[in-house]
């Protein structure tokens, strides 16, 4: 009984620490101007505007995009209601 309830508890740890993060941020790149709004997942750690911000610049830099500002930060339960808008930048970064 003692090792189901161990195996239930560490399932349950494994599962918390798989919980999943994203970002949706607003970015440009230059002549001509093109702006660009997305959805990212970043992990964890960088569930908050700031470090998502820190994660994404280079992501997005090294595809010759700006980070001009990370608008939020959510769990899965927000995806569906961003897709539409993200286009073809919905977890492009």
Sequence with gaps: M???LLIIA???MAN???AACYA???AKRGDPLQLQYGVAQVSDGACNKQAA???LAPRLNAA???????LSTFGPEGL???KASAG???LRY
Excluded at 64 to 70: A, E, S
């Design 2 to 4: 003692k090792k189901l």
């Design 10 to 12: 560490f399932i349950g």
């Design 16 to 18: 918390a620490a798989q």
């Design 24 to 26: 949706d941020y607003k």
């Design 53 to 55: 911000a820190r994660e």
């Design 64 to 70: 010759g995009w700006t980070l001009l500002t990370v």
């Design 80 to 82: 569906a209601q961003r």
């Design 88 to 90: 073809q930048y919905y």
